[in-house]
């Protein structure tokens, strides 16, 4: 059975922080349906209209991502979230790509809660994910790349008991490995936040994120969770 935590030095430095966690098996992660592809683009427009002219860095939940990035030593403007770097990619072009039925439905809730979603398959995690700060030995492929790297000491990373890295910066960016695909049938899926509104959001998002899955790639089983400081793992 799949498992994710937050570990005790992450909550301790951190201890604002919401996540929500979808663990679901038997998926199917098919072309994306009209009806998603609909969907997915009245949220682009929705979201290009609410935000207008307004600088992404003013967004609360984006303003949280960049004090939490600065907080373990990262420059938030040369390493973005990847919520922010979604919507900057969405204000400035005007369109994102549709690249599949698990990417388009996380990149649609994160466009419209401006929260990171990532789905992570578990084809390859070896006793589940801790999101904890890294030591610098552990191994990390990038998207794109077939040469290992180690993430940064004190950086925050997703990381399995064999010290694969699946996410880097916390929500950076994912690894080669973990990246969802045809053969896609187990997720982690994750969205998290450390501003004010933090709970409300994440869990609605969740909501959001479950529906999306039950109907366009139809797992066979899920179970969910709101995690925090006092309930730190799934």
Same mark, same amino acid.
């Given at each position: 059975?799949?498992?994710?935590?937050?570990d005790?030095?992450?909550?301790q430095s951190?201890?604002?922080?919401?996540?929500?966690?979808?663990h679901?098996?038997?998926?199917?992660?098919?072309p994306? /349906?009209?009806?998603?592809?609909?969907?997915?683009?009245?949220e682009q427009a929705?979201?290009?209209a609410?935000?207008?002219d307004?600088?992404l860095s003013?967004?609360?939940?984006l303003?949280?991502?960049r004090?939490i990035? @600065?907080?373990f030593?990262?420059?938030?403007?040369?390493?973005r979230?990847?919520a922010?770097?979604?919507l900057?990619?969405?204000?400035?072009?005007g369109?994102?790509p549709s690249?599949?039925?698990?990417?388009? !439905?996380?990149?649609?809730?994160s466009i419209?809660?401006? !929260?990171?979603?990532?789905?992570f398959?578990q084809?390859?995690?070896i006793g589940g994910?801790?999101?904890?700060?890294?030591?610098?030995d552990?191994?990390?492929?990038?998207?794109?790349?077939?040469?290992?790297d /180690?993430?940064?000491?004190?950086?925050?990373?997703?990381v399995?008991?064999a010290?694969?890295v699946?996410a880097? @910066?916390?929500?950076?960016?994912?690894s080669a490995?973990?990246?969802?695909?045809?053969?896609?049938?187990?997720? !982690?899926v994750?969205?998290?936040g450390h501003h004010?509104?933090a709970?409300?959001d994440v869990v609605?998002?969740?909501?959001d994120?479950e529906?999306l !899955?039950?109907?366009?790639?139809?797992?066979?089983?899920? @179970?969910?969770?709101?995690?925090?400081a006092?309930?730190?793992s799934l």
């Amino acid at each position: 059975m799949a498992r994710f935590s937050y570990d005790s030095a992450i909550l301790q430095s951190f201890p604002a922080v919401v996540g929500g966690v979808i663990h679901a098996s038997g998926i199917t992660n098919a072309p994306t /349906h009209p009806d998603l592809a609909e969907a997915f683009e009245a949220e682009q427009a929705a979201v290009r209209a609410r935000i207008g002219d307004r600088p992404l860095s003013e967004l609360p939940t984006l303003a949280a991502w960049r004090r939490i990035f @600065r907080g373990f030593g990262v420059d938030p403007t040369q390493y973005r979230s990847a919520a922010e770097a979604l919507l900057r990619r969405l204000t400035k072009q005007g369109a994102l790509p549709s690249i599949g039925t698990l990417v388009d !439905l996380a990149n649609l809730v994160s466009i419209r809660y401006a !929260l990171p979603v990532a789905v992570f398959d578990q084809r390859s995690v070896i006793g589940g994910m801790t999101v904890r700060f890294a030591r610098g030995d552990e191994r990390w492929t990038d998207l794109g790349s077939s040469a290992a790297d /180690h993430p940064a000491p004190g950086e925050v990373i997703f990381v399995d008991e064999a010290d694969v890295v699946s996410a880097r @910066r916390w929500c950076w960016r994912q690894s080669a490995a973990s990246a969802v695909g045809p053969a896609t049938i187990e997720i !982690l899926v994750t969205v998290e936040g450390h501003h004010e509104t933090a709970t409300t959001d994440v869990v609605r998002a969740l909501g959001d994120l479950e529906s999306l !899955l039950a109907t366009f790639a139809t797992p066979t089983a899920a @179970r969910t969770a709101v995690l925090s400081a006092d309930r730190p793992s799934l």
